[in-house]
């Protein structure tokens, strides 16, 4: 069975730092765009990071002095290292992976999707 599972969320002051992990199985992601999204209350859901097969990423321009993205291929995980975090990054977190150029997973997501792991930042 394919599965995506990301883990590390929490409660977390403003300021704080929080490192997400997605781990895959029933697949191998070597080959894989893996995104990052996010989606709180009320709103649409956002992309927050993309890193593709051979390690390039992308971010929102709003997110790419807090938020970095890294993968380790050998452990079939993806990382999501949130730091200076701000009331506005409450969001439920999800991981997504795509076979589709890492643009195309940036923007729409990918084939598969995982459960979603809270944030909640508090001031």
């Known amino acids: 069975e394919v599965q995506l599972v990301e883990s590390g969320g929490g409660l977390v002051q403003a300021g704080g730092s929080l490192r997400l992990s997605c781990t895959a199985s029933?697949?191998?992601?070597?080959?894989?765009?893996i995104g990052w999204f996010r989606q709180a209350p009320g709103k649409e859901r956002e992309g927050v990071s993309c890193i593709s097969s051979d390690g390039t990423k992308w971010y929102p321009n709003s997110m790419k002095d807090r938020f970095t993205v890294s993968r380790d291929n050998a452990k079939k995980t993806v990382y999501l290292e949130m730091n200076s975090l701000k009331p506005e990054d409450t969001a439920v977190y999800y991981c997504?992976?795509?076979?589709?150029?890492?643009?195309?997973?940036?923007?729409?997501?990918?084939?598969?999707w995982g459960q979603g792991t809270q944030v909640t930042v508090s001031s």
């Open positions: 997504t992976a795509g076979l589709n150029h890492f643009l195309v997973v940036a923007a729409q997501g990918g084939d598969y």
């Open positions: 029933g697949f191998t992601p070597d080959n894989y765009a």
